[in-house]
């Protein structure tokens, strides 16, 4: 009989974690190496030293340029002869009051092109070049698991109204968000007979040193009454990329401290 340790084992697979340098990116690849898989992280940052702790590989990837994923996942199955999960973590999402975030936050009416174009490109075409570079190597091995990363503004709209001075939380990440819980499922559907599993996992928004008019707003939104701490969400990713979850696919994991439940 299958033990707990073999079922959320993760050992020596080999995991491709995009936006790896993000807070989230580097937790996931702490705790997937932590638990023995050989992780693979790609993302734009120039001095991947920005990494130290994750015990992973870097490349530098633009995942908007589909020939530079492809090359980049192959790169990654030669050097490890396999690929069994793929996390499509990377997003535009600059934490608020950050300087980054200055244009996230304009009326709906002037959301820049640029950038809503940017958003789309990272969020949904960037998530379709990764699967569709990993899923040959996946349907050699007859198995693999992909995890895409929505957010509860995939789920329920913005509440604008904890960002104060009339900000609105972008519409370009709401769209994207919003947009993965379906790509999952369509993916989940075409992938169906091959020991391919698609999945979404929806997280809450985890405190990074936003300011205290927000976390508070924020928590008081949250029925646990906080925002999620960075190690948060480790379980939930052992769980979608280990055996654990091998019965789940096209579906979609919340972990949102019950922002959505009420």
Known sequence: MPTPETIFSVKDKVIIITGGAGMLGKEYA??????????????????????????????????????????????????????????????????????????????????PEKLWNKELAVGLSGALFCIQAVVPAMRRQGSGSIINISSTYGVVAPDNRIYGDGKSKSIGYATTKGAILNFTRAWASYLRGTGIRVNTLTPGGAFAG??????????????????????????????????????????????DGGWTAW
């Open 30 to 111: 702490a705790v997937l190496s932590a638990a023995g898989a050989r992780v693979a992280l790609f993302d734009m940052v120039d001095d991947p030293r920005i990494l130290a702790g994750a015990n992973a590989l870097y490349r530098k990837v633009d995942i908007t340029d589909r020939e530079a994923v492809f090359a980049a996942v192959a790169e990654i199955e030669k050097e490890y002869g396999r690929i069994d999960v793929l996390i499509n973590n990377a997003a535009v999402n600059p934490v608020p009051g950050s300087d980054e975030s200055k244009n996230q936050f304009l009326p709906y009416e002037d959301y």
């Open 210 to 255: 936003q300011p205290d008019g927000f976390v508070r707003a924020y928590e008081e939104r949250t029925i646990l009454g906080r925002m999620a701490d960075k190690t948060d969400y480790n379980g939930a990713i052992l769980f979608l990329a280990s055996e654990a979850s091998r019965y789940m696919t096209g579906a979609n994991l919340v972990v």
